[in-house]
């Protein structure tokens, strides 16, 4: 892949608050992706379900409003200005997953954070906040983002608000990981 910067590594932490779209509760799970990715459907004719091979998802959580995933989903970044998009929705089984959220977050500070990470390594002690970042109309933020040195390396800890949706939050972090012989940033 001659245009990959790197791998943008999002842990999915938990969500908070989540709609109900079972009888008392929901089974949900995340789905990620960004930009112009290549997308084609795998049909799986016994759950009369399709799902995309270009996306990448969070298992599934039973029975929650507040789920724990603690998953990692790893992401090519091939044009840093392109949006990551994060899905939330509800399991079913025998008809389509319900919806319950969404949610788009921008990484261009992020990267340009990590452009400078060499000129921290040593200096700082673990949970220095490097940059931060406000919630606003053009982001997703429920409050204040920051980015900070953590065990040698600069993450980004986020609370997503879920748009288009009664309530809800999901927590994540982003760390960034260079690959060997990749363009960069």
């Given at each position: 892949?001659?245009n990959?910067?790197?791998?943008?590594?999002?842990?999915v932490k938990?969500?908070?608050?989540?709609?109900?779209r079972?009888?008392?509760?929901?089974?949900?799970?995340?789905?990620v992706?960004?930009?112009?990715?290549?997308?084609?459907?795998?049909?799986?004719p016994f759950?009369?379900?399709?799902c995309?091979?270009?996306?990448?998802?969070?298992?599934?959580?039973?029975h929650?409003?507040?789920?724990e995933?603690?998953?990692?989903?790893t992401?090519?970044?091939?044009?840093?200005?392109?949006p990551?998009?994060?899905?939330?929705?509800?399991?079913?089984?025998?008809?389509?997953?319900?919806?319950?959220?969404?949610?788009e977050?921008?990484?261009?500070?992020?990267l340009?954070?990590?452009?400078?990470?060499?000129?921290?390594?040593?200096g700082?002690?673990?949970?220095?906040?490097?940059?931060?970042?406000?919630?606003?109309?053009?982001?997703?933020?429920?409050?204040?983002?920051?980015?900070?040195w953590?065990?040698?390396k600069?993450?980004q800890?986020?609370?997503?608000?879920?748009?288009?949706?009664?309530?809800?939050?999901v927590?994540?972090?982003?760390?960034?990981?260079?690959?060997?012989g990749?363009?960069?940033?």
């Amino acid at each position: 892949m001659e245009n990959l910067l790197g791998l943008l590594r999002i842990h999915v932490k938990r969500g908070v608050n989540l709609a109900i779209r079972d009888i008392s509760s929901s089974d949900p799970y995340v789905v990620v992706h960004s930009g112009k990715q290549v997308k084609y459907s795998i049909m799986m004719p016994f759950l009369n379900k399709s799902c995309d091979a270009s996306k990448l998802k969070t298992r599934v959580v039973k029975h929650s409003l507040n789920p724990e995933w603690n998953d990692h989903l790893t992401l090519s970044v091939t044009d840093p200005n392109l949006p990551v998009k994060l899905m939330v929705y509800d399991y079913d089984v025998l008809s389509a997953d319900d919806k319950m959220g969404e949610a788009e977050f921008n990484i261009a500070q992020y990267l340009e954070a990590i452009k400078f990470r060499h000129t921290l390594e040593g200096g700082h002690p673990d949970g220095t906040i490097i940059m931060k970042i406000q919630p606003s109309r053009q982001n997703c933020l429920s409050e204040e983002s920051h980015i900070v040195w953590n065990q040698g390396k600069l993450v980004q800890n986020m609370f997503l608000r879920l748009q288009h949706v009664e309530c809800g939050e999901v927590e994540i972090q982003l760390e960034w990981i260079d690959i060997p012989g990749s363009r960069g940033i």
